[in-house]
């Protein structure tokens, strides 16, 4: 079946260091892959997402790069600030029965200090 | 672009007690999931509509649980004889297509406690 493994948190981190969050997948067929985040108090926001081997997504200075040989989507971003203090979710869509659901990995917390 | 919004964002009942959520998706979007969150945990997937017909069910949803989308706008999630095991968050979310690679749009959800 299905499914998403992400390292564990919390990740604590100063601001300006440079931040991996591990995620690797397990999918029959060609999976989309996403990474959410969900800051305090707010609801899931999709961060980016690549929708086939090699792509990278980008965004906010995040990036992670779908690797089908590994079966790898690894978030990424070279200088993080205090703002980027959220929980993050690896997720992937496949096609199933005609409709995608998203299955999520159980997040990884960041806490970002000054 | 109003978002997806949830209804309430949280309830406290009693064990044994119905409780009823709502979800209102973007207003375009012909695709609605519900999923559940428990702490710690990513959420996970609950049922989908597709317009107003009710596509799959996980087995997380069991009997007690039932959702409706009448005329396929907002949607409805309603917990029978809630226990101590549905307390969780309630997310719903909307999307325009149903490509894999398609965006899902999510609501802040509806937290619910039962005591």
């Known amino acids: 079946g299905n499914s998403v493994t992400q390292m564990e948190g919390p990740v604590t981190l100063s601001e300006e260091a440079f931040l991996t969050i591990n995620c690797t997948y397990t999918a029959t067929g060609y999976p989309s892959l996403f990474w959410y985040v969900q800051y305090p108090g707010e609801g899931l926001q999709l961060l980016l997402k690549a929708t086939k081997a090699d792509d990278k997504g980008s965004n906010k200075g995040f990036e992670a790069t779908y690797r089908k040989e590994t079966t790898s989507f690894h978030l990424e971003k070279g200088s993080v600030q205090v703002s980027d203090s959220a929980v993050y979710f690896c997720?992937?869509?496949?096609?199933?029965?005609?409709?995608?659901?998203?299955?999520f990995g159980a997040g990884t917390r960041l806490a970002v200090h000054p | 672009d109003t978002g997806v919004s949830q209804d309430p964002r949280h309830k406290i009942t009693k064990r044994g007690q119905n409780v009823t959520f709502r979800c209102d998706p973007i207003?375009?979007?012909?695709?609605l999931y519900w999923y559940r969150q428990t702490l710690g945990q990513g959420p996970e997937f609950l049922t989908y509509f597709q317009n107003e017909a009710q596509l799959e069910k996980s087995r997380l949803l069991s009997d007690r649980f039932s959702a409706e989308r009448p005329k396929g706008s907002f949607s409805t999630l309603e917990i029978q004889r809630t226990e101590q095991g549905d307390s969780a968050m309630y997310l719903c979310?909307?999307?325009?297509?149903?490509?894999?690679?398609?965006?899902?749009?999510f609501g802040p959800g509806t937290r619910l406690t039962v005591t």
């Open positions: 979310a909307s999307s325009l297509g149903d490509r894999v690679s398609d965006e899902q749009y």
């Open positions: 997720a992937l869509s496949n096609e199933s029965g005609g409709y995608n659901k998203l299955i």
């Open positions: 207003s375009e979007h012909n695709r």
